[in-house]
């Protein structure tokens, strides 16, 4: 008679894959949802499996690198996971270039893709503005949340207190005159930001440019796109035109990261 163990790794569920690997990804799922290190207690009282079967699939993802146990007993999510999650968010920023260049299109002015890593954002993807006069920002960089418009849409679905720690982690130093430099304050623009479905970098992070931004719904890491350009251009009138080209660009980049096996009909 087959072990427990062969017979779970070969078993298929419903959706046609093998069932220890859906319960494998979820568990790493539910270590990343509680901030990456849980004891088998708590996994077993989150996933509803038995203690048995979570320590058989801890014990090959520890052994794997995908996991790793610490001195306490606890697990912690391993340093195989980072390498993998890197050329995931490059090639995410890849999968979004389309939908950006359809940004650029209709708006005329610069799109970009931007990802909360850890406490900082990282653009991940970027199409310029056709404009002689335009805004570029450099893929890979790094900044502070607190003074963009994609740092405010990523932001302002997380709980306020989680909000507040991380602004006490950063600091909230000025980039121009008109930055949010108070948690008060940048709590109350995220208020804004999720009564009005888009959020705002009016001349906060560089003195002459405005950015409008919205989260990427049900993304599967922290994502918001946004488009930035002069001032002058970005004007309230462009606002009322450029945001609901936004919000559906983001709508439409959502279903196609969620879609399984249709990247090529869905552009990406």
């Given at each position: 008679?087959?072990?427990?163990?062969?017979?779970?790794?070969?078993?298929?569920?419903?959706?046609?894959?093998?069932?220890?690997?859906?319960?494998?990804?979820?568990?790493?799922?539910?270590?990343?949802?509680?901030?990456?290190?849980?004891?088998?207690?708590?996994?077993?009282?989150?996933?509803?499996?038995?203690?048995?079967?979570?320590?058989?699939?801890?014990?090959?993802?520890?052994?794997?690198?995908?996991?790793?146990?610490?001195?306490?007993?606890?697990?912690?999510?391993?340093?195989?996971?980072?390498?993998?999650?890197?050329?995931?968010?490059?090639?995410?920023?890849?999968?979004?270039?389309?939908?950006?260049?359809?940004?650029?299109?209709?708006?005329?002015?610069?799109?970009n893709m931007a990802l909360l890593d850890g406490d900082e954002i990282v653009y991940v993807a970027q199409v310029p503005s056709k404009h002689s006069m335009r805004m570029f920002t450099e893929v890979g960089r790094r900044v502070l949340p607190h003074s963009t418009?994609?740092?405010?849409?990523?932001?302002?679905?997380?709980?306020?207190?989680?909000?507040?720690?991380?602004?006490?982690?950063?600091?909230?130093?000025?980039?121009?005159?008109?930055?949010?430099?108070?948690?008060?304050?940048?709590?109350?623009?995220?208020?804004?930001?999720?009564?009005?479905?888009?959020?705002?970098?009016?001349?906060?992070?560089?003195?002459?440019?405005?950015?409008?931004?919205?989260?990427?719904?049900?993304?599967?890491?922290?994502?918001?796109?946004?488009?930035?350009?002069?001032?002058?251009?970005?004007?309230?009138?462009?606002?009322?035109?450029?945001?609901?080209?936004?919000?559906?660009?983001?709508?439409?980049?959502?279903?196609?990261?969620?879609?399984?096996?249709?990247?090529?009909?869905?552009?990406?």
């Amino acid at each position: 008679m087959p072990s427990s163990s062969a017979t779970d790794s070969a078993r298929s569920t419903p959706s046609g894959g093998v069932q220890s690997l859906e319960r494998a990804f979820d568990l790493l799922e539910r270590m990343a949802d509680a901030g990456g290190e849980v004891g088998l207690s708590e996994l077993s009282a989150s996933s509803g499996l038995p203690l048995p079967t979570i320590h058989r699939l801890m014990r090959t993802l520890v052994a794997c690198g995908y996991v790793r146990q610490q001195p306490n007993r606890r697990y912690a999510l391993g340093p195989r996971l980072i390498r993998l999650g890197e050329s995931a968010s490059r090639l995410l920023g890849t999968w979004a270039r389309p939908y950006l260049a359809r940004l650029v299109e209709e708006t005329g002015e610069t799109a970009n893709m931007a990802l909360l890593d850890g406490d900082e954002i990282v653009y991940v993807a970027q199409v310029p503005s056709k404009h002689s006069m335009r805004m570029f920002t450099e893929v890979g960089r790094r900044v502070l949340p607190h003074s963009t418009g994609v740092g405010k849409a990523l932001l302002a679905g997380f709980p306020p207190e989680e909000v507040r720690a991380l602004l006490a982690r950063t600091g909230m130093p000025a980039a121009t005159d008109k930055t949010i430099t108070t948690a008060d304050g940048f709590l109350a623009a995220l208020e804004d930001v999720r009564r009005a479905g888009y959020a705002i970098d009016d001349n906060e992070q560089e003195i002459g440019v405005r950015c409008l931004a919205v989260s990427v719904p049900d993304s599967p890491t922290a994502a918001a796109i946004s488009i930035s350009g002069p001032a002058g251009r970005v004007t309230e009138d462009a606002t009322e035109r450029i945001v609901p080209v936004l919000q559906q660009t983001a709508l439409e980049l959502s279903q196609a990261l969620a879609s399984s096996g249709s990247s090529g009909s869905s552009g990406i």
